[in-house]
Nanobody
Framework: QVQLVESGGGLVQPGGSLRLSCAAS????????MSWYRQAPGKQRELVAR???????NYADSVKGRFTISRDNANYMVYLQMNSLKPEDTAVYYC????????WGQGTQVTVSS
């Protein structure tokens, strides 16, 4: 069965870094575009970063230059390296797979606070 399992969230001070991981299984990973979304309390879920099977990337303006998305097709993994974190980056971060179907992970909490 399809699974997307996020990990790597936590509490970090402003200016700090975190690396999120998403382990995928149950579908043809390399065919799917993989994305990270986030949802802050009281706000809509928003796209943070996306990477195609071929490695093309795009980012939300709010994270450009600070976040980097990458993928390992051999190991069915996608990553989000987050640097220079700000309090407004606080949210639940979700992994998403898109192609023939759309799949979501359960989310991992990221809290940026001093």
């Amino acid at each position: 069965q399809v699974q997307l399992v996020e990990s790597g969230g936590g509490l970090v001070q402003p200016g700090g870094s975190l690396r999120l991981s998403c382990a995928a299984s149950g579908f043809t990973f390399s065919s799917y575009a993989m994305s990270w979304y986030r949802q802050a309390p009281g706000k809509q879920r928003e796209l943070v970063a996306r990477i195609t099977g071929g490695g093309f990337t795009n980012y939300a303006d709010s994270v450009k230059g600070r976040f980097t998305i990458s993928r390992d097709n051999a190991n069915y993994m996608v990553y989000l390296q987050m640097n220079s974190l700000k309090p407004e980056d606080t949210a639940v971060y979700y992994c998403r797979a898109d192609w023939f179907n759309t799949y979501w992970g359960q989310g991992t909490q990221v809290t940026v606070s001093s």
